[in-house]
C-alpha cells in the first residue's frame, strides 16, 4: 500500500525567506500524481501544487515550487519570498493513476506540516 | 466555475442525537464527491466516496452514513451520535483521478 510521509511536524521560516517542506511517499506505480495542499486557520484546503508523474519538469505555481524526485519518491515544496499569508498547515498528498477505480479514489494523506511565518 | 457549498459551518450536537451535513456542487455535472474527516491536528481520513447518484462507498466502518439523492449533492448523516465523532468533516468533488480535489469550508462538528 502507498504512504506518504512528512517528517517535519512543524517548520518556521523568516518573512521574505525561502523555506522547503519534505514529503516522500512509498509506492510500486509509475503513473501517480503528487499534490500540496495547504490549510490556514481557517481550515478551508487549498490546492498549491499539482506534479504528474509522468512529467519530469517541476510544477511551479507564483512562488511555490517543486523538486520532484521521482527515483527517490520525493516531492518537496518550496516557498519563495514567504509571506504572512503562508503560514499554515501544508499537506503533501498522493493519487494513483492507475486504472483500479478503487484506487483512483482516494489520496493517501501526509500528516502535515505547520508552517510558521516570523515578521 | 464550480464551487462547492457545505453547511452547516459549525454544529453542537448532544450524543445520541441524528446528523445531517449536507454538500451541493455548482458548476459542474457528475462530480465525484466525497467525505473526509479531520481529528485536531491529525491527518484527513477518507469516510465515503461517489461516482454517481445512489452509488456510495465507505471507507471506514462506523455509524456514520451517506447518500447522494442527487447528482450533484452529497448527504453525511448519523442517526445517533457518539462523542469519538467530533471532527472537522469536509466535503469536496473532483472529475477524474488526474484532476484535484476542490474542498467546501468543513463543518466543525462537536458532539457533547
Known amino acids: 500500500a502507498q504512504t506518504v510521509t512528512q517528517s517535519q511536524p512543524e517548520m518556521s521560516v523568516q518573512e521574505a525567506e525561502t523555506v522547503t517542506l519534505s514529503c516522500t511517499y512509498d509506492?510500486?506505480?509509475?503513473?501517480?500524481?503528487l499534490f500540496w495542499y495547504k490549510q490556514p486557520p481557517s481550515r478551508q484546503m487549498i490546492l498549491v501544487i499539482r506534479?504528474?508523474?509522468?512529467k519530469q519538469q517541476n510544477a511551479t505555481e507564483n512562488r511555490f515550487s517543486v523538486n520532484f524526485q521521482k527515483a527517490a519518491k520525493s516531492f518537496s515544496l518550496k516557498i519563495s519570498d514567504s509571506q504572512l499569508g503562508d503560514a499554515a498547515m501544508y499537506f503533501c498528498?498522493?493519487?494513483?493513476?492507475?486504472?483500479?477505480?478503487?484506487?483512483?479514489?482516494?489520496?493517501?494523506w501526509g500528516l502535515g506540516t505547520s508552517l510558521a511565518v516570523n515578521p | 466555475s464550480q464551487t462547492i457549498h457545505q453547511w452547516p459551518a459549525t454544529l453542537v450536537q448532544p450524543v445520541g442525537s441524528p446528523l445531517s451535513l449536507e454538500c451541493t456542487v455548482e458548476?459542474?455535472?457528475?462530480?465525484?464527491l466525497y467525505w473526509y474527516r479531520q481529528a485536531a491536528g491529525r491527518g484527513l481520513q477518507l469516510l465515503f466516496y461517489s461516482v454517481g447518484i445512489g452509488q456510495i462507498s465507505s471507507e471506514v466502518p462506523q455509524n456514520l452514513s451517506a447518500s447522494r439523492p442527487q447528482d450533484r449533492q452529497f448527504i453525511l448523516s448519523s442517526k445517533k451520535l457518539l462523542l469519538s465523532d467530533s471532527g472537522f468533516y469536509l466535503c469536496?468533488?473532483?472529475?477524474?483521478?488526474?484532476?484535484?480535489?476542490?474542498f467546501g469550508n468543513g463543518t466543525r462538528l462537536t458532539v457533547t
Open positions: 509506492t510500486s506505480e509509475s503513473d501517480y500524481y
Open positions: 498528498a498522493y493519487r494513483s493513476a492507475g486504472l483500479n477505480a478503487g484506487n483512483n479514489r482516494k489520496l493517501i
Open positions: 506534479q504528474e508523474a509522468y
Open positions: 469536496a468533488w473532483d472529475r477524474d483521478r488526474g484532476s484535484p480535489l476542490h
Open positions: 458548476g459542474t455535472s457528475n462530480p465525484n
